[in-house]
Structure formats: C-alpha cells, structure tokens
C-alpha cells in the first residue's frame, strides 16, 4: 500500500460526458502528479501540483483540467469525452517538488467511454 | 516522439537466472532514471533509479546500469524470483519524468 488513495476505482460513462478523479496523496506529500496509461502505452505524464500550484505540464489535452485544494487532494477533470479517453489514470505523490523524488503511485482510475 | 523507448514488450525468465530489462532514451538532457514495477490492479512502485552522474546503481538484486554514449540502461535482477513477474517500466527525466511502455517479465518456476 502506497498511501496514496484514488476514487473511484472504475468509471463508465458514455461519451460527451464530464467526469472527475479523485487522488489524495500519502500523508506529508506536497507534490501530485496525474498520468494517463492507455492499452499499450507507457504512463504518459499529464500535470503536476505543488502545494496547490501547477508546477509542470506534459501531454494534458485542453478538454481536461486538474486542481490541488488546500488540504493537498487533488482532482482531475475530463470533459466532452472521446471513446480514446478510455484508460487508466494514475495519481502519484512525492514529498517534494519533484525532479529526483521518488512519486508514490495510487492504484488507478479505470475509465470506460462507450 | 517516444523518448524513453523499452523495446522488448516481454521477457520469460528461469528462475534462479538473470533477467535483463533494457531501455533506450534520445534525450541527453535527462539526468535521472527511474525503474518502476507494477503488478496487476496495482500502481506503478519504485524500484531503483540512477543518476546520469553514474554508471551503475545495485540495491539488492536488482542493479541499474547506464550507459550515456549509447543512451541505454538496463536493469539486472539476480538471481530472478516468480514474485518478481511484473511489468517493468523504466522513465527519465529531469523535473517531469518520460516513460518507456513496460516490459512484461515473466519468472518461470
């Protein structure tokens, strides 16, 4: 067990649709990372928050949005949904800001658009 | 662009040999990598990194190696163990990290 929490474990939802993943971090991160693996894909990186603040961007498409709130949870949103937004999403923590900390990772969101 | 490329999507393995999991990267900007494990239903878990300062990372069975000339580590797990069947993942980077799309290594008892 990582310590990091994410909710809910499986989501089916129908295209067009808006959806929201929840992550809470291990106790003490400050840092969240969000990470999409679609089927034969590496985990590709999509944002990270520090302390509430969007410290690095990477392959987050404009449909979908991300926040930390104050108590460090963070969520992330996907809106208008494609059939290729089906995927695992993954929540990772790490104490710091990021560079060499090693990221904790939740056990995933499964996602279902049909 | 794939950066951090793992080209063997799987591996079989006796137990009790050496598995050898390779990873290819283009950007000499990186200066760490990461190898992550992940079993079935879980997360991705840390496993063992490597700073481009050096050459060679061990902890336990399982040790890092990287080579910058060629852009390519690889991770050696010895002896190798049925519990170690996992998919593996390797990742570089500097502030945000790139990762390769696994390879499935399979330990046969």
Same mark, same amino acid.
């Given at each position: ?15 067009g649709q ?10 003490g991160?400050?840092s ?5 693996q679609?089927l034969?894909? #590496?985990?590709? !990186?999509?944002i990270?928050?520090?302390?509430g603040?969007? /410290? $690095?961007?990477? %392959? ?5 949005? $991300?926040?930390? !709130?104050?108590d460090l949870?963070s969520e992330? %949103? ?13 929540? *990772? ?5 990021? #560079? +060499?900390? +090693? ?5 995933? +969101? ?5 | ?5 793992? %080209?063997?999507p799987?591996?079989?393995v006796?137990?009790? /040999?050496?598995?050898i999991? %390779?990873c ?15 079993y079935? $239903? ?17 902890d336990?069975?399982f040790?890092? !190696?990287?080579n ?5 580590l690889?991770?050696?797990?010895v ?6 069947? *996992?998919?593996?993942?390797? $990742? #570089? ?6 990762f ?6 399979k330990?046969?008892?």
């Open positions: 067990d990582s310590g990091v929490t994410q909710t809910p474990k499986h989501l089916i939802t129908a295209t808006r959806v929201t993943l929840r992550c809470s971090p291990r106790s991160d400050l969240v990372y969000w990470y999409q679609s034969d894909q #590496g985990l590709q !990186f999509l990270q928050y520090y302390n603040e969007e /410290r $690095a961007k990477g %392959n987050i498409l404009e449909r979908f949005s $991300a926040q930390q !709130f104050p949870h992330l %949103n996907l809106s208008s949904l494609e059939l290729g937004d089906s995927a695992l999403y993954f929540c *990772a923590s790490s104490s710091g800001q990021g #560079g +060499t900390d +090693t990221q904790y990772f939740g056990p995933g +969101t499964r996602l279902t658009v049909l | 662009d794939q950066q951090v490329k793992q %080209n063997s799987s591996l079989s006796q137990e009790g /040999r050496i598995s999991l %390779n290819d990267y283009t950007n000499s900007m990186f200066d760490y990598f990461l190898w992550y494990k992940k079935p $239903a879980e997360g991705p878990t840390f496993l063992i990194s490597i700073s481009s300062i050096k050459d060679k990372n061990e336990g069975r040790t890092v !190696f990287l910058k000339s060629a852009k390519h690889s991770l050696h797990i002896p190798s163990q049925p519990g170690d069947s *996992a998919v593996y993942f390797c $990742a #570089g980077g500097t502030y945000k990290y790139i390769g799309t696994g390879t499935r290594l330990v046969l008892a």
